[in-house]
């Protein structure tokens, strides 16, 4: 029998990729960035900046909660509160998803569908109106890793309220989350409601 010796540096070469193979590996199923899939609660202060409309900014805050209800779906509720200085302009929304997704490993791809309902109160020339209404939508996206506890996302949803005399409307929404620590992360995201408004979104969560 022949015995044909591999020489040192290819043995060398041969040993790095398979650490690297190794370390890869390790990474992968170390893996643990976003926050599709978790179970979690956090709160968001947020700026709403009108386009076309010649007022303040908007500023509130929202609260929310997720929870996973299987490998694939998830549970998530949220409510806020926005106040526009200008005619004193409120805006309560309380709301909840279901967010079902599949998990390809460092990619999210995933659907979501919402009912919630929006409060609004303003004062002009000292009279008061109110109204509310409730609306539903439909929205995809997709959550991608880009380290083992940081992802980037993004979201397109089309709304529609349940009065069919108002129009629908699009948002589109990106940002980027991440753990910090192992129970607490943090999340930054630009939101657009058509060519209306944009609204800036910076938030902190905490993982149970």
């Known amino acids: 029998m022949n015995t044909t010796m591999i020489p040192h540096s290819t043995s060398r070469c041969i040993l790095a990729v398979l650490f690297v193979f190794a370390v890869a590996g390790v990474t992968r199923a170390q893996m643990d960035a976003g926050f599709i899939g978790k179970r979690y609660a956090g709160v968001a202060l947020f700026t709403e900046d009108l386009r076309k409309q010649d007022i303040s900014n908007g500023n509130g805050v929202e609260l929310n909660g997720n929870v996973p209800l299987n490998s694939f779906l998830d549970a998530n509720v949220r409510a806020s509160y926005e ?8 805006d309560k929304r309380f709301g909840g998803s279901l967010i079902g997704y ?10 979501e569908l919402s009912v ?22 439909i929205g995809a996206g997709v959550e991608a890793a ?7 996302f993004g979201l397109v949803t089309h709304n529609n309220y349940f009065d069919s ?11 980027l989350n991440t753990w910090f620590t192992a129970k607490i992360g943090g999340v930054f995201s630009v939101s657009f409601f058509e060519s209306e408004s944009v609204t800036y979104s910076f938030g902190m969560t905490y993982r149970f």
């Open 102 to 111: 599949a998990d390809l490993d460092t990619w999210k791809p995933f659907m």
């Open 165 to 175: 005399k108002r129009d629908a409307y699009w948002t589109y929404k990106f940002g």
């Open 146 to 152: 880009i380290t083992k506890s940081t992802a980037i």
């Open 83 to 90: 106040k526009f200085n200008d005619y004193s302009i409120s």
């Open 116 to 137: 919630a309902n929006t409060a609004q109160a303003s004062t002009v020339s000292g009279i008061k109106y109110k109204n509310s209404e409730n609306y539903w939508s």
